[in-house]
């Protein structure tokens, strides 16, 4: 079946330090997700990109839709210690319904 | 606008039991899906309604069922809980069904521990 594979698993970084990290398939998606999430909380989308190639920034993030439509990135910049969290990347295919795959997310934590 | 709502936030059951979920989609969205997050598996999707019909499962045991009403609240039902079952329940909502691509809003989720 489908799968992604995400990565660094977590990452400790210091207050002001330029964030990245990518998820990466064997398969072709049709749309790539990018969602945080707090603990208690779910997740909450941050970046949809819906064709190859596209780059999209949301603030101080910015994600890439691959061209191979089997990777993205997500770029955090001038990270703050609110930006602490749970990043997943998702890929949603669109088979006649939606079957989004996640991540296995990447854990941030961010030292002020 | 109000979000996606799941009830109830916290649950905890006995082995054996069945459990009732339910989730209730931002105004307007008519697509519902339904994952299983927990810490060794990560967010795993369990089924997909739109229009009151299935129209994608994952792979999950036919303990776990769901169904949509025609106000597009969901519902996911687990029987015969087992110890593994404890998980967060997620629930996220979509505005377009197929062939449109769209983004999913999530609610903040249903903790269900099973003893």
């Known amino acids: 079946g489908q799968q992604l594979n995400q990565s660094p698993q977590s990452m400790f970084i210091q207050e002001g330090e330029d964030v990245s990290m990518n998820c990466t398939s064997s398969s072709i998606f049709n749309t790539w997700l990018w969602y945080k999430q707090e603990p208690g909380e779910g997740p909450v989308l941050l970046i949809a990109l819906y064709k190859a190639g596209e780059l999209t920034s949301n603030g101080r993030l910015t994600a890439q839709f691959g061209i191979t439509r089997k990777d993205s990135f997500l770029n955090i910049s001038a990270s703050i210690p609110s930006d602490v969290g749970i990043y997943f990347c998702?890929?949603?295919?669109?088979?006649?319904?939606?079957?989004?795959?996640f991540g296995a997310g990447t854990r941030l934590f961010v030292k002020a | 606008k109000a979000g996606v709502t799941q009830t109830p936030r916290y649950l905890i059951k006995t082995r054996g039991q069945q459990v009732t979920l339910s989730c209730s989609p931002i105004s307007g969205h008519r697509s519902v899906s339904w994952y299983q997050q927990t810490p060794g598996q990560g967010l795993q999707f369990l089924f997909e309604y739109f229009s009151e019909t299935q129209r994608n499962k994952g792979n999950f045991p036919g303990r776990f069922s769901g169904r949509q009403f025609s106000n597009s609240r969901s519902e996911m039902n687990v029987s015969t809980l087992e110890l593994g079952d404890s998980a967060l329940y997620l629930c996220a909502s979509s505005l377009k069904g197929a062939p449109m691509n769209t983004e999913a809003f999530f609610g903040q989720g249903t903790r269900l521990t099973v003893v």
């Open positions: 998702a890929g949603q295919l669109n088979t006649g319904g939606f079957k989004t795959i």
